[in-house]
Nanobody
Framework: EVQLVESGGGLVQAGESLRLSCASS????????IAWFRQAPGKEREVVSC????????YYGDSVKGRFTVSTDNAKNTFDLQLNRLQPEDTATYYC???????????????????WGQGTQVTVSS
């Protein structure tokens, strides 16, 4: 059974940083696309970043490029998201998602991913 568990959310001030972690189990880390999505109240779920474990290809959403960075620890099956220079508009519930496949998915959107974590809240005050 595939399981994803996020941690690391919290309340920070604008300009500060957070590190989110996604612990995975139940699947081989080698051949999956692992993604971070976020969803703010009243808004659609949007992709933050996506990483292909098979070849290391990485995608970042336009709103987070240059500020957020993903990293993986294949030995521990964890997928982290470093959030720097946070802004109030980054406030959302952040979700880790996974889907089997080689390389990045052709469409990096919520409907592509079958497996989801429960989410972790990030709140940025101004």
């Amino acid at each position: 059974e595939v399981q994803l568990v996020e941690s690391g959310g919290g309340l920070v001030q604008a300009g500060e940083s957070l590190r989110l972690s996604c612990a995975s189990s139940g699947f081989t880390f080698d051949d999956y696309a692992i993604a971070w999505f976020r969803q703010a109240p009243g808004k659609e779920r949007e992709v933050v970043s996506c990483f292909a474990t098979s070849n290391g290809d990485t995608y970042y959403g336009d709103s987070v490029k240059g500020r957020f960075t993903v990293s993986t620890d294949n030995a521990k099956n964890t997928f982290d998201l470093q959030l720097n220079r946070l802004q109030p508009e980054d406030t959302a519930t952040y979700y880790c998602a996974a889907e089997y496949g080689l390389g990045l998915p052709g469409r990096i959107e919520a409907s592509t991913f079958r497996f989801w974590g429960q989410g972790t809240q990030v709140t940025v005050s101004s």
